[in-house]
């Protein structure tokens, strides 16, 4: 491993080099899905120099693309490997139930693992949260995060302090769910129903206001915003903006999911009352721009399947997302119809916790390689 990436770091230098951009690269990490290459250039060297090389440094390094970006005084020549790796929802999960319950507070969503190999948590009552937009094209994993976000909050909170509503246009990416206790009303796939059940959550809202109250937490996934918005209309966007600005108070919150990160869709309802952002690949840099709310972030270079961007209050993580197959759906639901879930002392009765590969997945410790080049 060493000598391929003293190998890779000898290409970006000649590259860099033959452009006349003087870099030198002095080591960098190692993660299941990507190397990131830490680059060191002297002063008056501006960051678009290397950033308008990044196709250059593709060909160069074999690879179908690259991403660069400055982070912490550096710049940084990220590069996808070849043999990368999913992360498994169900062991993350089981690590995170039985090592550290004291990191898992009420109504906190388990997305993945962040780039230093640490489990990234959402915890939705959060002021810096309440609401959360997950956008990114076909074959992002944007549905693939919404599932795992669904199931890891089943996994660990009980039907007592935790309800959901899903709703699934398609009828494909939550339907899977449709026997979880959690659930208020059955998967809803019709936009009316969906308006319908809006509308009688901002009756909801109103009345809790009403009496200050903010338990069970209610959490609204949708899959595939866009649509409901077009399909909806003006009354589809009324509610979900009445929600959107007033439900974290009273406990419900909206986790919405779209393919179409449109400057019309990302208008006043997203850009307000959507906090955090957790974007996939895009088409262009100006998609990547209007779903993230900032310039740069190279969210058009992101290698899909999971690999995200998580935005929260202009800061930027990158993120893996954990993987839940639908077809692992049914024993999950199953396990908490019988048990209850994780968070509620059956820690050490849980499922087989396996990879996409069906092997162990041995995740939820320190993954990440860090290389020093002397």
Request: hydrophobic share 45%; charged share 20%.
């Given at each position: 491993?060493?000598?391929?990436?003293?190998?890779?770091?000898?290409?970006?230098?000649?590259?860099?080099?033959?452009?006349?951009?003087?870099?030198?690269?002095?080591?960098?990490?190692?993660?299941p899905r990507f190397v990131r290459f830490q680059i060191m250039t002297p002063l008056g060297v501006k960051v678009r120099q290397v950033a308008g090389l990044a196709e250059?440094?593709?060909?160069?390094?074999?690879?179908?693309?690259?991403?660069?970006?400055?982070?912490?005084?550096?710049?940084?020549?990220?590069?996808?490997?070849?043999?990368?790796?999913?992360?498994?929802?169900?062991?993350?999960?089981?690590?995170?139930?039985?090592?550290?319950?004291?990191?898992?507070?009420?109504?906190?969503?388990?997305?993945?693992?962040?780039?230093?190999?640490?489990?990234?948590?959402?915890?939705?009552?959060?002021?810096?949260?309440?609401?959360?937009?997950?956008?990114?094209?076909?074959?992002?994993?944007?549905?693939?995060?919404?599932?795992?976000?669904?199931?890891?909050?089943?996994?660990?909170?009980?039907?007592?302090?935790?309800?959901?509503?899903?709703?699934?246009?398609?009828?494909?990416?939550?339907?899977?769910?449709?026997?979880?206790?959690?659930?208020?009303?059955?998967?809803?796939?019709?936009?009316?129903?969906?308006?319908?059940?809006?509308?009688?959550?901002?009756?909801?809202?109103?009345?809790?206001?009403?009496?200050?109250?903010?338990?069970?937490?209610?959490?609204?996934?949708?899959?595939?915003?866009?649509?409901?918005?077009?399909?909806?209309?003006?009354?589809?966007?009324?509610?979900?903006?009445?929600?959107?600005?007033?439900?974290?108070?009273?406990?419900?919150?909206?986790?919405?999911?779209?393919?179409?990160?449109?400057?019309?869709?990302?208008?006043?309802?997203?850009?307000?009352?959507?906090?955090?952002?957790?974007?996939?690949?895009?088409?262009?840099?100006?998609?990547?721009?209007?779903?993230t709310g900032l310039p740069g972030t190279g969210a058009e270079r992101l290698l899909g399947q999971g690999d995200f961007l998580v935005v929260v209050k202009g800061q930027?993580?990158?993120?893996?997302?954990?993987?839940?197959?639908?077809?692992?759906?049914?024993?999950?639901?199953?396990?908490?119809?019988?048990?209850?879930?994780?968070?509620?002392?059956?820690?050490?009765?849980?499922?087989?916790?396996?990879?996409?590969?069906?092997?162990?997945?041995?995740?939820?410790?320190?993954?990440?390689?860090?290389?020093?080049?002397?």
């Amino acid at each position: 491993m060493k000598r391929m990436l003293n190998f890779q770091a000898d290409r970006i230098e000649l590259v860099l080099a033959s452009h006349k951009v003087p870099a030198r690269v002095t080591g960098g990490t190692v993660t299941p899905r990507f190397v990131r290459f830490q680059i060191m250039t002297p002063l008056g060297v501006k960051v678009r120099q290397v950033a308008g090389l990044a196709e250059e440094l593709a060909l160069s390094l074999n690879a179908p693309h690259c991403r660069v970006y400055r982070q912490e005084g550096q710049v940084q020549v990220e590069v996808p490997r070849s043999d990368g790796r999913a992360v498994g929802l169900l062991e993350l999960c089981r690590r995170l139930a039985t090592q550290h319950p004291q990191d898992l507070p009420p109504v906190t969503a388990v997305l993945g693992l962040d780039e230093e190999g640490a489990p990234l948590l959402l915890r939705l009552p959060s002021p810096d949260v309440a609401h959360v937009l997950i956008a990114g094209t076909t074959g992002s994993g944007k549905t693939a995060l919404a599932r795992t976000m669904v199931a890891s909050l089943a996994l660990l909170n009980p039907q007592r302090t935790l309800q959901l509503v899903l709703i699934d246009p398609k009828g494909r990416g939550l339907s899977p769910f449709a026997g979880l206790p959690h659930l208020l009303v059955p998967v809803i796939t019709e936009v009316d129903e969906a308006v319908g059940m809006l509308h009688h959550l901002v009756a909801e809202m109103e009345r809790r206001d009403a009496q200050g109250r903010s338990d069970p937490r209610l959490v609204v996934v949708m899959d595939e915003l866009a649509d409901l918005l077009l399909v909806g209309g003006k009354q589809m966007e009324n509610v979900l903006t009445r929600l959107t600005q007033r439900g974290r108070e009273a406990g419900i919150h909206l986790v919405a999911s779209t393919q179409k990160p449109t400057a019309a869709l990302m208008g006043g309802l997203i850009k307000s009352n959507f906090p955090v952002r957790l974007v996939g690949s895009v088409a262009c840099a100006d998609d990547a721009r209007i779903a993230t709310g900032l310039p740069g972030t190279g969210a058009e270079r992101l290698l899909g399947q999971g690999d995200f961007l998580v935005v929260v209050k202009g800061q930027v993580t990158r993120l893996q997302a954990a993987y839940l197959d639908a077809s692992e759906v049914p024993a999950l639901v199953a396990q908490v119809q019988e048990r209850g879930g994780w968070g509620n002392g059956d820690e050490h009765r849980l499922l087989p916790a396996t990879g996409t590969d069906g092997s162990a997945a041995g995740l939820g410790r320190r993954i990440v390689r860090l290389w020093d080049r002397r």
